[in-house]
């Protein structure tokens, strides 16, 4: 007869630090989102490709500044801030900001978070989260069971 006697005390011991390093991951992961989406944000004012749609064309044909951008407060003013475990906004306090992204009676939207009409995320920014929040998980799990992850 033949045994084969296994010790997994080192597998318990890195599992037993899983869960930590999943709640890592997804504060991290947070952070990261908040931040692609904000960075998306602000590079819709330089980039038109950024933009979920097409930006209706100024009135004022003599104005020299840059559409939506007189004191560049909006496009300089986005925020990223984790609220919750799983929770994070993106957003300003510029008052006239939301004016400008959904339009009024007498002004066109200029939509410049990256959202399309239907509330969801642009498949650029939806792209770029994912690469980036699947980078942050295969690292802490990297780090956990020896396989890289710095």
């Known amino acids: 007869m033949i045994t084969v006697t296994i010790d997994t005390s080192d597998l318990?011991?890195?599992?037993?630090?899983?869960?930590?390093?999943l709640a890592r991951a997804q504060r991290n992961a947070l952070k990261v989102i908040g931040n692609v989406v904000k960075n998306h944000t602000?590079?819709?004012?330089r980039d038109p490709s950024y933009r979920p749609s097409p930006w209706a064309p100024r009135k004022?044909?003599?104005a020299k500044?840059?559409?939506l951008?007189?004191?560049?407060?909006?496009?300089d003013n986005f925020r990223a801030v984790v609220t919750g475990p799983d929770t994070v906004v993106v957003g300003t306090k510029v008052k006239y900001a939301?004016?400008?992204q959904f339009g009024t009676k007498n002004m066109p939207a200029r939509p410049f978070f990256p959202i399309d009409k239907y509330g969801q995320l642009t498949p650029t920014v939806q792209r770029d989260i994912k690469d980036n929040?699947?980078?942050i998980y295969k690292k802490e799990i990297g780090r956990v069971f020896g396989g890289g992850g710095g």
């Open 133 to 135: 929040v699947e980078d």
């Open 98 to 100: 939301g004016y400008h």
């Open 69 to 75: 951008i007189k004191s560049g407060d909006l496009r």
């Open 65 to 67: 500044h840059q559409l």
């Open 12 to 21: 318990t011991r890195k599992l037993a630090d899983f869960p930590e390093a």
């Open 42 to 45: 602000t590079e819709a004012f």
């Open 60 to 62: 004022d044909t003599k």
